[in-house]
């Protein structure tokens, strides 16, 4: 039997969405073991001047807890 856990974290790219989610995954992946799933919960920019100056992710990252 598995027992889970989800910890929720917030990414940003100057880039793009894409690249905001791939970037909160890496570093997710540092710090937990046992990852099993991501839901992206939410995309979000910062403007300013009129133009997207950050794309922000917020991710939900599931994974096993470990005996």
């Given amino acids: 039997?598995?027992?889970?856990?989800?910890t929720e974290?917030?990414?940003?790219?100057?880039k793009g969405f894409e690249?905001?989610?791939?970037?909160g995954m890496?570093?997710?992946?540092?710090?937990?073991?046992?990852?099993?799933?991501?839901?992206v919960v939410s995309l979000k920019a910062a403007v300013e001047n009129g133009k997207i100056s950050e794309?922000?992710?917020q991710m939900n990252i599931t994974f096993i807890l470990e005996d």
């Fill in 55 to 57: 794309y922000r992710a």
């Fill in 1 to 6: 039997m598995a027992v889970a856990r989800v």
């Fill in 26 to 39: 890496r570093r997710a992946n540092q710090t937990l073991r046992g990852i099993t799933g991501l839901h």
């Fill in 9 to 14: 974290i917030i990414a940003s790219s100057t």
């Fill in 19 to 23: 690249d905001a989610i791939q970037e």
